[in-house]
């Protein structure tokens, strides 16, 4: 059998995303470790995987970057730090310098381990308070409490840092542990602050829920609740930071979006769909003259299409004259709009199907047409599917509702909310259509768009039917 390539810190900061695999690495006590699958990439950073030292699986961590040996340093400490607290994380197996530079970090590999993100996607979708749900959640925030109780926090703190294995939860990740107090328990509001961090990455819909979760973290922590309406006004916070910052990635290259520019061209794609879209993304025309057209207006043109193996929807945002074009050349197009509200939508857990790229003509900054690829969503509109002489089947009502509660609740606006806009689809309504969607940053602001936004949606059904009435009644005040 051929050796594993062996490779040094250099070569693999060039390497980008993808180092090839099998490789190896000389550490200077003489030994190799050899890389055999990887978990994580942070481009001229950091690289985590599966690998081998010495005829053992580990998990592996290797800090490539120019500031590695700091980073290697804190995950040292960290990992100390919750041994000493008596904290479960994955035992050491050996920190030690890379030959020729770099820094290397291996624990104990916890084979069959799920992290709690994985395990939260399978329930996210049920009801706020689901005792499943609660299930996944309970022990992170026992073993966060846990982590207070001792006088520490982590500052890199979601559900991909607890594992799941053998019917324990492990917290990993010791670059994000700091120790704030030795001995004692973490101060309220830096305990409480920290706790929200984890609260504020749930669906908002579970901020009602906060007196449900609380009772684990509070059996971690051993001390007395936190006060209740601090800790929502954290939440808050944190959650619009993390929307800003994920907005802000969705536009640039990072873990999660693939980005390019050129003085021609701009692209943005999800990551995990950059390669199966490829072909799509190089000729969006093309795929939509194979495609099935559903619109072709002046200004948009819309096509089913079949991709990869998956049915797409392509929306190309047309420029109908000389001056319609002059007057989209500086603003961003309606394209890069709904990707982001798109993204936004999603974040705060209102459905919407999932964007997937988005593409901009441009000639140095001034842009021209723009395509925006998604899923295709099947399912009929609320005019086709409710009958106005009636009231809305039980299902449909609670999902209508909920939809506009959480609507509201976040100040968000769509713009243009007729009927046909509003898909049902596997037992919720998904909104399309977003080119005027706006998140208000004033109650009042929302309130005069909400209005609108009412009234729009009210005249899809004649003013005496039944199901115009029920709507009426039912839905939040305007």
Request: with cysteine; charged share 25%; aromatic share 6%.
């Amino acid at each position: 059998m051929t050796s594993p390539k062996l490779t040094s810190a250099a070569e693999l900061r060039t390497a980008g995303r993808h180092p090839a695999l099998p490789f190896r690495v000389f550490l200077v006590d003489g030994r190799e470790l050899s890389m055999l699958r990887l978990l994580r990439v942070l481009p001229e950073k950091r690289i985590v995987g599966e690998a081998q030292l010495d005829g053992c699986r580990v998990l592996a961590k290797l800090f490539i970057g120019t500031r590695g040996e700091r980073h290697w340093r804190q995950e040292c400490a960290g990992l100390a730090a919750l041994a000493e607290a008596g904290v479960a994380t994955p035992p050491l197996v050996a920190a030690v310098a890379m030959a020729g530079g770099g820094y290397a970090l291996m624990t104990a590999f916890l084979d069959r381990a799920e992290d709690l993100a994985e395990c939260w996607a399978r329930v996210t979708g049920r009801a706020p308070g689901d005792g499943e749900a609660l299930a996944v959640l309970a022990p992170a925030l026992s073993l966060l409490g846990r982590l207070h109780a001792a006088g520490l926090v982590q500052e890199d703190l979601h559900l991909g840092n607890f594992l799941r294995h053998d019917g324990s939860v492990f917290l990993v990740d010791g670059d994000g542990v700091r120790v704030l107090t030795h001995g004692q328990a973490v101060p309220r509001a830096r305990a409480c602050a920290n706790l929200a961090v984890l609260l504020a990455q749930l669906p908002p819909v579970w901020d009602r829920q906060m007196a449900a979760l609380l009772p684990a973290y509070i059996a971690g922590s051993g001390t007395s609740p936190p006060d209740l309406p601090a800790l929502a006004e954290q939440v808050a916070r944190v959650r619009a930071w993390r929307l800003g910052d994920f907005l802000a990635k969705s536009i640039r290259d990072c873990t999660l979006f693939a980005v390019e520019r050129s003085a021609t061209r701009f692209s943005a794609v999800v990551r995990a769909q950059a390669e199966p879209l490829a072909s799509l993304l190089a000729a969006p025309d093309c795929a939509i003259d194979a495609g099935s057209r559903l619109k072709d207006g002046g200004t948009t043109t819309v096509a089913r299409v079949v991709a990869a193996g998956r049915v797409l929807l392509i929306k190309r945002y047309n420029l109908k004259d000389l001056r319609h074009a002059f007057g989209r050349l500086w603003r961003p197009s309606r394209a890069w709009h709904s990707w982001r509200e798109a993204h936004r939508l999603r974040f705060l857990g209102i459905a919407t199907p999932e964007p997937l790229a988005l593409i901009e003509e441009r000639v140095g900054p001034l842009r021209r047409r723009a395509w925006l690829i998604s899923e295709f969503c099947a399912g009929p509109s609320l005019l086709s599917h409710l009958a106005a002489d009636r009231e809305p089947p039980e299902d449909e009502a609670t999902a209508i509702l909920a939809l506009f509660e959480s609507m509201c609740r976040q100040r968000i606006s769509h713009g243009d909310l007729k009927a046909t806009n509003l898909l049902w689809d596997a037992g919720q309504v998904m909104v399309i259509d977003l080119d005027a969607v706006v998140q208000h940053r004033s109650a009042a602001a929302h309130a005069r768009a909400w209005r609108r936004d009412r009234a729009r949606l009210l005249r899809n059904w004649p003013a005496g039917s039944l199901l115009h009435r029920w709507l009426d009644q039912h839905l939040p005040a305007a």
